[in-house]
């Protein structure tokens, strides 16, 4: 049984803060990335994950120009962890507004949830990789 997922002590901002410049959904899926670390950093797993992880998701997100999440789609839920699915959702939209796609106007990009017993994650965009 895992432990409890730990709350996120963020509030979502009023206004976007960043601006991002990529050109592409992949580049912009490292700026997403390393807002989402921000606004979680007590979240993070810190270090290489373990060999066998509790959930791994795949979720494309739409961002709006103006860095809004306007959807939510589960390439691949960890099915067997209904309460990872709500959290991961939950993140997700509480770190909005993301940097706005300032070139793109909207886009939709694609992480992978690396998901630890603990409640802490790791996104494989920025991961530190696994034992």
């Known amino acids: 049984m895992p432990e409890p997922i730990p709350q996120s002590s963020t509030t979502p901002s009023a ?3 960043a601006i991002s410049n990529a ?6 899926r490292h700026d997403a ?3 989402l670390y921000t606004q979680n950093r007590n979240r993070i797993f810190v270090g290489k994950m373990p060999p066998m992880l509790y959930a791994v998701g795949v979720l494309q997100v739409d961002i709006n120009g103006r860095g809004a999440v306007t959807g939510l789609h ?5 099915s067997h962890a209904p309460e990872v699915v709500a959290e991961i959702e939950r993140t997700v939209r509480q770190a909005a507004p993301y940097p706005v796609p300032q070139r793109m106007g909207r886009v939709t990009y694609t992480d992978t949830w690396l998901w630890d017993q603990s409640g802490r994650f790791q996104l494989d965009t920025l991961t530190e990789g696994q034992l």
């Open 15 to 17: 206004a976007p803060t």
């Open 33 to 35: 990335a390393t807002h």
């Open 74 to 78: 589960w390439m691949r839920a960890p």
């Open 23 to 28: 050109r592409t959904p992949r580049d912009y």
